[in-house]
């Protein structure tokens, strides 16, 4: 085996850190999965808070056990590529941890120095930055997240002693990542353009950034956070090879790109004798799905989506933009309405009574309810219930984070049916959103056709078949569930081997050898094709017009009370 190629991809999301070794085919030969912390605040529910440190020794370990496991020799691992949650990581100028947690604290040197993705304490900054009009905003869809990097960097400004403001750099988590293992602090184009402010032709915006008070990175010329160009570095550390090529780092949810648009599929069992081309990938939406969901889709022009992020220019593929749309909680929405029902106790024992998985024994009571009904689908089962799944705030394409879920149609029911049918109904309610993502972009400009997945969400076949059936186009699943997005880490850790052994490269050339890459390293998925009889078609339509009622109805209400409140 030591003749052979290998490469390291490493994945941290929101809970775990994960080192997969991928042959030049995309076979995962070994993989290791190591628990990170989130500290939450009892008394705030809109704080998560994680530690650089504690991620590192996490993939420290993963990639040991990897090399361990494989019994693969360090030479043979030509390259690594990171991906990382959209997170800000804050340390001094010599990259020591510096604490992020309100209090005395703040600012000064600790553990907790990573303000996580999913932690809402930016909102009054949001509002600040999204009241200015600036050009910045035309790049996010019109509005920017209180979850992107600028909000919460501007929080830790408001909060924090100016004089321990200045000694802080600033960090997308994946380009810390590259920046622990390198020392080489350049950011990556995918982190500043798609997270930082960094507008597409033009760089930074010196008035914006004066204007909502951060006017030291201006005077700075911005090396707190960044100069916006690719890094490739060599790893120092893990028990590599020292020179050992790293790749520009990456948004977890882009590596799930890397890892599934460029994937053949098989139907009945064929596959399909199409290998597709960098052309091709314009059609076809990335769903990274997970704790949240992502929605990705490149195009050679610039396409502006309201209510959805982008265009972002050269994130991936020089020349080329992409729009992210998103939804804040999907498996996070999932296991709150599972958890938090009084039948949930009752669910795990039936379960482990019957030897299946939770979500089989949910499944096998939807038939049963289902065909005690005489009804032929469960769309018609639930006709009566509905869903609004923002119950933490909505990213895309409305990017209102005060938007709040709703239920519509309960009874007095706590039993482990009622369970069963809220479960379904979150399922549904997931589809339907991904739905008004999917025309939001195709509306816009975008030719999307079809969905292809990644992310534990990807097991779940029902809600896969709902989103075939909710959105009209086929799904394809990838080989594996959660090898796509280490895998499209992994190719990047390829991509900086092989360009540095051809330096001299043109732009065109290094889009035609990574895209090569991808072809080569992403295994083919299995397509899932729309189903619904004509009945559930129509159910499914009308649940997706309430759906969209519902989001105006929310709204008019707010304002009601607002206005009452005055």
Avoid at 224 to 232: D, H, Q, S, T, Y
Wanted: hydrophobic residues 40%; proline residues 5%; negative net charge.
């Amino acid at each position: 085996m030591s003749s052979e190629s290998y490469y390291l991809g490493i994945d941290v999301g929101t809970g775990s850190a994960r080192a997969s070794l991928v042959s030049t085919d995309g076979k995962v030969v070994a993989s290791s999965t190591v628990e990170t912390k989130t500290w939450r605040d009892p008394d705030d529910h809109r704080i998560f808070e994680q530690s650089t440190d504690n991620i590192w020794a996490s993939i420290s370990s993963a990639i040991k056990t990897c090399l361990s496991s494989s019994q693969i020799a360090p030479e043979a691992v030509k390259g690594l590529g990171f991906d990382a949650t959209c997170s800000l990581a804050v340390s001094d100028l010599e990259g020591a941890p510096i604490q992020v947690t309100k209090g005395a604290e703040l600012g000064k040197p600790g553990e907790r120095n990573i303000i996580l993705w999913a932690d809402h304490r930016a909102e009054k900054e949001a509002d600040l930055i999204n009241s200015t009009g600036s050009v910045v905003l035309d790049y996010v869809g019109g509005t920017m997240s209180l979850e992107m990097e600028i909000p919460k960097v501007l929080w830790l400004k408001n909060h924090m002693y100016p004089s321990l403001f200045s000694r802080c750099q600033f960090f997308d988590l994946p380009d810390f990542l590259t920046y622990r293992a390198t020392g080489d602090g350049t950011r990556s184009c995918c982190s500043v353009t798609c997270k930082c402010s960094y507008v597409p032709n033009s760089g930074w915006q010196d008035d914006f950034f004066s204007k909502i008070g951060l006017g030291e990175l201006v005077e700075s010329g911005y090396k707190p956070i960044g100069a916006g160009r690719a890094a490739m570095g060599e790893a120092e550390e893990f028990g590599l090879v020292e020179g050992t090529p790293v790749g520009s780092g990456i948004i977890d949810a882009y590596a799930g790109w890397l890892g599934t648009v460029a994937a053949r599929f098989t139907e009945d069992g064929k596959l399909s004798d199409i290998v597709p081309s960098l052309e091709e990938s314009r059609h076809r939406l990335a769903a990274v799905a997970g704790t949240s969901t992502c929605h990705l889709v490149q195009s050679p022009e610039d396409v502006f989506v309201n209510g959805v992020w982008g265009p972002y220019k050269d994130p991936v593929f020089r020349g080329w933009w992409m729009n992210e749309g998103g939804q804040s909680s999907t498996g996070q929405l999932i296991d709150f309405v599972l958890t938090t029902h009084p039948a949930y106790t009752e669910l795990q024992e039936r379960g482990k009574a019957q030897g299946k998985n939770i979500f089989v024994v949910l499944q096998d009571l939807l038939d049963k309810l289902r065909a005690d009904e005489g009804v032929d689908s469960l769309a018609e089962l639930l006709k009566d219930v509905h869903m609004y799944p923002d119950f933490h705030g909505n990213r895309s394409p409305i990017a209102d984070p005060r938007m709040r879920g709703s239920l519509t149609g309960l009874t007095l029911d706590a039993s482990l049916p009622d369970l069963a049918r809220k479960y379904h109904l979150t399922l549904e309610s997931i589809a339907l959103q991904t739905r008004h993502i999917l025309e939001s972009l195709n509306a816009s400009g975008h030719a999307i056709t079809s969905i292809y997945m990644s992310g534990g969400q990807a097991t779940n076949r029902v809600l896969m078949q709902l989103f075939a059936d909710a959105c009209g186009v086929p799904v394809v699943l990838p080989f594996e569930h959660s090898g796509a997005v280490v895998r499209g880490a992994a190719m990047l850790g390829r991509f900086a081997a092989e360009a540095k052994k051809q330096p001299e490269m043109g732009e065109k050339e290094q889009d035609e050898m990574l895209w090569r890459i991808m072809v080569e390293m992403t295994p083919p998925g299995t397509l899932v094709a729309p189903a619904a009889s004509p009945k559930e078609k129509k159910l499914l339509a009308a649940k997706y017009k309430i759906f969209r009622e519902s989001i105006e109805i929310q709204k008019r209400w707010r304002q009601e009370m607002e206005e009452a409140s005055k």
